[in-house]
């Protein structure tokens, strides 16, 4: 609370194992092991900076610890889900663009070779479990990551079910369309505006 560096190194010897403990088997799923290290050290700063506000009669030195790197964590899930979905929908615009390339520059075979690769990629977000297609399907519609608190909030769940959700959601639909011979990373935001 003084600012005092041994008051940090402290807090990190006392809390800080069983904090990465915490958070690795709350998001083990969706965060590997550098990226939850990652969200410790950056809830290290915070503290560091806001240890002034450290309320004693609130709760306890290791819980307050915990709350900010729990948020940093989130913070790292969410950056991520963005990466990611950016990646999902360059990766789908190469291939149908790939697609439509190997099709011999006959305007009929290209509009043909699109036509198969969407109904591909319809029939594959269609074999989603229900609530991965909804979160994919609204990404889609955002052109991007659809708010967090806005999906929870109309699938009746919690912002973490979202996460999972989404990323299980792109592993399955990129594990479904190589099973039918697309090798990509994603989707398209182009694609799904032509297939709606």
Known sequence: M??????????LVDHAGKVLALLRKEFLRVLDFQE??????????????????????RGSLGGWFFAIARNCARRVLETKGKHATLSLVEDLDSTANAVMARSDDAAPDKAMATDSFLAD???????????????LMADFAAGGMAPNDELAKSLGTSKNSIYVSRNNGRR????AMAKLGHTFDGTSAAALREWQ
Do not use: K, Y
């Open 2 to 11: 003084r600012g005092d560096h041994e008051g940090l190194r402290r807090l």
């Open 36 to 57: 939850i290290e990652d969200a410790v050290a950056q809830a290290s700063t915070r503290a560091w900076r806001s240890g002034s506000r450290f309320d004693p009669s």
């Open 121 to 135: 990629v319809r029939r594959c977000i269609e074999a989603l479990a229900p609530q991965q297609r909804a979160v």
């Open 172 to 175: 399955n639909l990129r594990a």
